[in-house]
């Protein structure tokens, strides 16, 4: 699914420099469920924007569905974007002014879609997500595991094929996370591969695979023995 090696990533502060990322060799492979932790400022966030095509790394190689993304046009960038990734965020990101189903159905008009198959499909992934009453409100008539839910359906909308989630429960109480949980664990049992960054132990350890950053360098990359978070829900 995805291959990286040697990956370097610094930001330029002023005069200096800052060196996040110092050499990062990961592989994930179709079907994984994987918590990418480490302390804040590790580089989390950093790693997983380069994944998603949102930031570029400045040296190494990354392979996604055996397609080198290196030095591709803004253009290229974002079809592939919409064809292959989908992202969960901590703060949601919906857009407050559209209600859940103009949310849901936003990548598919940027993947062309006509009007009322979007609007289909969008109904679809709400309701998967239990939310198909909910669909004409607003954000912010929404509880955060509510409109967590929505972002999620919105980034399945377009199928894609590797889900990325920074901090998906960063801001939901422990309850409402783990239902989040419990729903992301069931997409990957329908194969979906997932990657995912958390700073909690208990949200980890409901993945398959923990890889700890530490100092820009990854170090700890261990199978676990995944916890369900259906028997807390
Ligand atoms: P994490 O997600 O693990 O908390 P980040 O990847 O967000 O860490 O950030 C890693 C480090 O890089 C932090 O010290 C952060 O302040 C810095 N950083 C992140 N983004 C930028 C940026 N766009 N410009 C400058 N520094 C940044
Ligand atoms: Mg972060």
């Given amino acids: 699914m995805l291959k990286i090696h040697q990956l370097q990533k610094s930001y330029a502060i002023g005069d200096s420099s800052l060196h996040v990322l110092k050499g990062i060799n990961l592989e994930v492979e179709e079907g994984e469920m994987v918590a990418i932790m480490g302390s804040s400022g590790s580089g989390k966030s950093t790693l997983l924007n380069i994944i998603g095509m949102?930031?570029?790394?400045?040296?190494?190689?990354?392979?996604?569905?055996?397609?080198?993304?290196?030095?591709?046009?803004?253009?290229?960038?974002?079809?592939?974007?919409?064809?292959?990734?989908?992202?969960?965020?901590?703060?949601?990101?919906?857009?407050?002014?559209?209600?859940?189903?103009?949310?849901?159905?936003?990548?598919?008009?940027?993947?062309?879609m006509k009007r009322k198959a979007r609007q289909e499909k969008a109904l679809f992934h709400l309701e998967k997500v239990g939310l198909a009453n909910w669909a004409k409100h607003l954000p912010k008539e929404l509880s955060g595991g509510q409109k967590q839910r929505v972002a999620i359906a919105r980034a399945l909308a377009a199928n894609p094929k590797l889900l990325l989630a920074d901090e998906p429960t960063g801001a939901l109480d422990t309850k409402t996370s783990y239902d989040i949980m419990a729903f992301i664990q069931q997409l990957n049992n329908e194969g979906k591969t997932i990657l995912m960054v958390t700073h909690e132990e208990d949200i980890a350890n409901m993945c398959k695979r923990i890889v700890r950053l530490r100092d820009g360098v990854i170090m700890e990359d261990k199978k676990v023995n995944q916890v369900s978070a259906l028997q807390y829900v």
């Fill in 54 to 112: 949102l930031d570029e790394a400045d040296s190494g190689d990354y392979i996604l569905d055996g397609l080198p993304i290196k030095n591709l046009t803004e253009k290229k960038a974002a079809v592939y974007r919409n064809k292959f990734l989908g992202f969960i965020f901590q703060s949601f990101n919906l857009i407050n002014y559209k209600n859940a189903l103009e949310n849901v159905a936003l990548p598919l008009y940027y993947q062309g």
